[in-house]
């Protein structure tokens, strides 16, 4: 009885204040979630991204829209198409294409905020300024295909790259030192040695034509085998630190780490005795033990290096180094390693990459850490009969134009999209690249690609699609001699490109391919010019070249 008295009291002015009070609560909730999203657990966390291509003719429109959800637990680039047992970890799935007359749509993975948008699908051109609209046109029909890319500004040509280094090598200093050095003044007399070099127009088993300055670079290399000490950090552990991952896309930067840990000719135990010092970290495993929180824990890592010794501090860090080759390499050690040499896969001019401080890092996708030299070699020119080859996940705007303009449209031309990853397919890949002049290496959701390092391998000419992308060794190798480099922009025109290349000029830039090849190849136990030398070469030449004394 005393229940019903007092629902009886309740009226309905009261009922309209309760209900207005959940409204405008709801309603603050939701203008919150627009404004920072929902944050939500590392273990499952989906976003929508969408990036449109827009193709235009004279009777329809076709519209191309990339729908995107992210597991943020596992944001790596994927660019593994062919990783044996399909044992991927990193934005694991499946394309799933619905085509009709007016829109296709493609489900694929990317890397995105970590956050639940509530908000209506917006032009992505207008709410990003980072944004821009490019327009490729197609000569042989005329149709125009539109492409949204997260770069503003224009391309920073192979000719400027050249010219960035040219100015890096004579302008830019790193940090004055605290207090002198006799490490210093030894980097500082191999600086002046080098400019030096007595000229040499030719070497046994190099060739000439491949490097900028072949002189320099043989004395420079001299000189790193005889002098070069390195100091290797014993602090952190595993396996962030000091577990070298020696297999999948991310290879290089594990490579190194074995090798250099375990090198007895340059690792000092004494830091007082080392030019350089060594960070042996593996940014793949922190991304994917700390996810989002890498950044902080790097910069913990350098103030208790810092703290504990004297050399981080006597040079703000510009005689230490670290060897990435995650997606994120490049974005997350941008600020705590800002004075330092950073060997980077993700070498990309416009989004931090310092040209002639930086090096870039080859993308090398091993497959057995026990055979890392395997599928070596290719056929010679004359039985190369395939033009251009590519095939390849649908990763970033670019690779989606590529196989649309392509696919099917001249006999020379094997563009294709993902391959089936059973062995008869990776073996009908390898014989592609084998059987093919040029090798298309398309960007996919970051500049590089290990496809350029494939191309090489299989001793077929590499065609760099990639604005802004700076090839690995690019102080010391002079890639245009063994490489085309085609502007986004153009990709409507790969075919008149390629074929406007005469065949006198295709035999002499494959054989130089051949010649190349050395400088891309993993040993276990590392050999003069390899891989791994040609990564701390290119590492000590920019130091070489920063030192800087009291």
């Known amino acids: 009885m005393r229940i019903i008295t007092r629902l009886e009291r309740f009226h309905h002015s009261d009922i309209r204040r309760l209900l207005s009070g959940i409204i405008v609560t709801v309603g603050f909730v939701v203008l919150l979630v627009q404004c920072f999203g929902i944050p939500c657990p590392k273990t499952f966390c989906l976003s929508p991204v969408t990036v449109s291509v827009i193709e235009s003719t004279n009777s329809n429109v076709t ?3 990339v729908m995107n959800y992210i597991n943020l637990s596992d944001i790596d680039n994927v660019d593994e198409e062919f990783e044996e047992g399909n044992k991927k970890k990193d934005l694991d799935g499946e394309n799933d294409v619905v085509i009709s007359k007016e829109k296709v749509e493609i489900n694929v993975s990317v890397i995105a905020r970590a956050n639940i948008s509530l908000r209506k699908p917006i032009d992505s051109s207008e709410s990003d300024p980072n944004l821009v609209m490019v327009r490729v046109k197609d000569s042989r029909n005329g149709n125009v295909l539109s492409m949204r890319k997260n770069e503003r500004g224009a391309a920073i040509s192979i000719s400027q790259m050249n010219s960035l280094l040219i100015q890096s090598l004579s302008s830019f200093k ?43 670079f043989l004395r420079s290399y001299d ?94 860090g510009a005689d230490h180094f670290i060897v990435a ?84 449209k ?12 059973d062995p ?10 084998k059987s093919s002049k040029y090798c298309i290496c398309a960007r996919g959701y970051e500049v590089h ?28 190798l002079n890639w245009e001699e063994f490489a085309v480099f085609v502007e986004e922009k153009e990709i409507a025109n790969l075919r008149n490109i390629l074929l406007s290349i005469s065949e006198e000029r295709y035999i002499v830039m494959q054989a130089r ?11 276990k136990k590392p050999v003069k010019f390899d891989l791994f030398h040609m990564i701390l070469h290119s590492i000590w030449h920019s130091r070489v070249y920063k030192v800087k004394t009291r």
């Open 410 to 421: 001249e006999p020379d031309m094997k563009i294709v999209g993902p391959m089936p990853r």
């Open 449 to 476: 690609t290990p496809r350029v390092v494939e191309a090489i391998i299989n001793e077929c000419v590499p065609v760099i699609i990639a604005d802004n992308y700076v090839p690995p060794f690019f102080e010391i």
């Open 174 to 216: 790193s940090p004055k030192p605290r207090w002198s050095s006799a490490r210093d003044s030894e980097m500082l007399s191999a600086r002046f040695e080098i400019e030096k070099a007595s000229v040499v127009h030719e070497f046994l088993g190099l060739n000439a034509s491949v490097y900028r300055n072949i002189s320099k």
């Open 424 to 433: 008869e397919s990776k073996t009908q890949y390898r014989e592609y690249m």
């Open 513 to 523: 391919v051949k010649a190349v090849q050395q400088h891309f190849l993993w040993h």
């Open 223 to 316: 000189l790193m085998e005889r002098k070069l000490k390195v100091y290797v950090y014993k602090e952190g552990g595993k396996p962030i630190f000091h577990k070298p991952l020696p297999r999948g896309i991310y290879a290089s930067e594990g490579w190194f780490m074995k090798l250099m840990e375990s090198n007895k000719k340059f690792v000092v135990r004494d830091p007082r005795k080392a030019h350089l010092f060594y960070i042996p970290i593996s940014i793949k495993a922190l991304r994917s033990s700390l996810g989002l929180d890498f950044a902080d824990h790097l910069k913990e890592y350098v103030d208790l290096i810092a703290g504990k010794y004297k050399f981080w501090n006597r040079t703000g």
């Open 325 to 408: 080759c995650h997606d994120w390499g490049n974005k997350l050690t941008k600020k705590t390693m800002k004075n330092s040499v950073r060997a980077l896969c993700n070498s990309n001019v416009a989004q931090g990459f310092r040209i002639g401080t930086d090096t870039a890092l080859p993308v090398t996708y091993i497959r057995s850490a026990e055979s890392p030299l395997e599928y070596l070699g290719g056929k010679t020119p004359s039985k190369r009969k395939i033009l251009a080859f590519f095939a390849g996940s649908m990763h970033g705007y670019l690779r989606p134009i590529l196989v649309k303009l392509w696919e099917n």
């Open 63 to 65: 519209q191309v829209s």
